[in-house]
Each structure stands twice: as C-alpha cells, then as structure tokens.
C-alpha cells in the first residue's frame, strides 16, 4: 500500500513562520505523527508540499526513508492536491490511503482497522467518517434513503438542512488506486471555493458503478486537525492522556497525571514512578524500578535501565545511563554512556557542548564511578571502573579507574580573620 500526506496548504491561522505540519508535539512535528502512523502499513509515501515547501521537503529527506515529497504549485484544493501523485503512481494498481499531515492523533490501530475494512468490504472507495456534535466546517456525509453513500458536501456548498448532519467526513481515504486515478482528469471545480475537491471521487465513483463505502470512526478525537495553536495545545493535551493511561494500564505509577507530560514515543517499564512535572519529550526507553522526577527532564534519546533515579532538576539528552545508578539533583547529563552503579552527586554537569567550534562531544562514565556534588566533566572525556571524583572538580583529562581525580583548590582557615571587622 501506499499513503499520500497532504500538507500543502497555508495554515494561516497558526500565524506562523514554520509551516503548520512542522509545528511541535513534545518534541515530534505534526507531520511525523502522520508518517509514523503510517510506516508499518505503507511501503511508499508521497506528502503533497506548497506553503513552505522547502523547510517540509528538508525535513522530510533526513528522518524518513521511502517518501518522496511532490510540489504543489498552486494549491487549487485536495483533489488537485492528490493528482500531483498521479505521474508517479501511473502503473500502479493497488490500495492508497490518503491523510492530512495535521492529524496528530489518527493511530496505526485504527488505520490497521480502516484499512482492513476497505480491503474485506471489496470497497474501491472508502471514506473514514465520525459523529461530532458541532460538525461546523467539516464536509458533511450524505446518504442515500438505504444508508448508502451519496456523496461528500463541504460546508461551504451545504443547505441549512445538510449543515444538520453530523457525520463529517474527518479526511481519510483508502483508494483502490487502479479503478480511481483516472477520477482525477474528471473533477471539477464549480463549488463555493473554487477548488477541486478530492470529496468530489465519492461522487464520481457512484456514477462510474464502483463501491463506495464509509467506515465510521468511534474515537473522533483521532480525527482531530490542528488548525490553531489553541489546537495544538489540544491535541497535545489528547495525545499526553492517551499516553499516561496506557502507561498507567502497563503498570507505571504516574502520581500526577494532571502534570506531567510523556512522549508518544516513550516506552516505560512496570513499577517505575514518575513524579509531578516530569516532562519526557522525543523517543526514550526506561526500564523497571526507576523512580523519574519530580521536574525531570528527558529531552530524547535516552535510553536507562532498571533501577535508576533521576531526581529534582535533572535534565538528560541522548544518554544511556546503565542500571542502579542515581543522579538525584541538579544534574545535566547529555551526550553520555554511564554505567551501572553510579553515582552522580548533585550539580553535576557534563559540559558536551563547545559554543566555538559548535561541536558536541561523548561523556564515558564507567560501573561504579562515584562523582562529587558539582563536578564538571568537559567532554571528550572518559571515566574508568570505579574511580571517585571529588566534590567541585574540573574533569579535562580521562580518569583512570579506581583512581581519586580532584582539582579543588586546598582550605584555606584564617583563623580569627572575621573578628578583624567587628
Ligand atoms: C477537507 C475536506 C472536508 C473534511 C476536512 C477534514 C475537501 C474538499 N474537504 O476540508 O470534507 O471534512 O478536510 O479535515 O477535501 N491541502 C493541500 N493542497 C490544497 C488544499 C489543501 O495540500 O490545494 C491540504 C491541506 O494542507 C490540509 C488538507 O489538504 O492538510 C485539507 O485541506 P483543508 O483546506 O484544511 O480542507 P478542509 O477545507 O478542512
Ligand atoms: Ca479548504
């Protein structure tokens, strides 16, 4: 199967400089969701990019493999949008499924479902719809008096009548390509907006004797577009629920689940705790009995095993931190290997980054190490087995193991000295 993302149009209600399928949820843009809702259903993806195109196309050439992003210029609407895959799809026959690159939520679950039902229905055409109470904006289903599907109206297009229907269509298709590609040399754009319209082939396929077919989505907030930042709040909020229940059904205490924020991407092993304002961002892996937060951060890429705390005003970025180790305040750890049974006193950082050079550098800190509150180890640097850093120390050179490594200046006692000024 192959998927086609439409992510060309404006969003101009973002008021954004960065296109709208680049904006961010807990560290994943929009369109990654959608990419990644898709990845183990599709073998090709084509996303459909205009406004923005360049920043899109850049985005999607590093993080994803199998996708080809095809220009749209001028965005004359959905239908038109699709027709730009049809130069690359000409001797194709099989299933697409179509999306928007602003539906976060849509889950590979339920395109699994979805798309099941194209296939054992014998649908060539099926629309994906929902139930809202305020169906406002959303292209209204209509169908015939045996339940049938009619055709797709747009609000704009839609008798007062019409505008009482509240199954909308949310904007996924699943097309048996090879009977539908040559609906798009057809499609007209005599409507409200002037536009071609892709709801436009439910039509087109009735009167060309194909089945058309609609599968009713029961979780309709999967649908939900992001169109404002007010939206994108929203769905953050939906997808972090969504996340913490799960977790929470797996056996992970979440003790505040009104506060704390937990990627989509984070896997979480039973019997770990996560404390109040924890905020987990990016793909992460966390095993067993670690106790996370309150106010940790983990921006991403990082992996820790089991047993591990990592306490109060602790940040960690792409580290893998090995199991029984504690880093229990005030601590940055990135881009760093730490072993097992460690010890990271409070304050510790690990200076990974140069401003000058704007070269990020590897931390090895190996089993056992005990490292002093308020330690600095300037990367690239390496930590042997069981060496003990004191308390205040510059690391600039690697430690040897078992080794005490301290760069403190000696204590000074002026005995009497305050006595001089009173
Ligand atoms: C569309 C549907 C509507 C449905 C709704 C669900 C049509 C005509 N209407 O309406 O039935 O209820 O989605 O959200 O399809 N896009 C392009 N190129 C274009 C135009 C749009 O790539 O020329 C992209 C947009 O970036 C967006 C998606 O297509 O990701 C949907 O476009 P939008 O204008 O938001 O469609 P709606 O009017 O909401
Ligand atoms: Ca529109």
Redesign the pocket.
Known sequence: MKSII????K?TRMKSETP??LHEIMGKTLLGYVLDSVTNICDENFV?V?HGAQKVEEFVNKNYKNTKTVL?TP???????VSMVCPYLESFEDDVIIL????PLITEKTLKEFTDFHKKSNSDITVMSTIFENPT???RIIRNSDNSLKC?I?EKDASDEQKAIKE????IYCLDWGKIKSAFKDLKSDNAQG?Y???DIIEWGNSNNLKVNAFILTQSEE?F?INSRLNLAQAAKLMNERKLNELMENGVTIVDPTNTWISQDTQIDKDTIIYPSTYIEGTNKIGKNCKIGPFAHLRGDVEIADNIKIGNFVEVKKSKINSNTNAGHLSYIGDSEVGSNVNIGAGTITANYNPLTKVKSKTIIKDKVKIGSNSVLVAPVEVEEGANIGAGSIITKNIPSWALAITRSPLKILENWVKKFI
């Open positions: 439409l992510a060309a149009g969003g709208k399928v459909i205009g749209q965005q004359l609407g959905t239908g038109h949008a928007c690159g602003d539906t904006n959303y292209g797709i747009e909308v269509n949310t904007g536009e319209y892709l709801t649908s577009g």
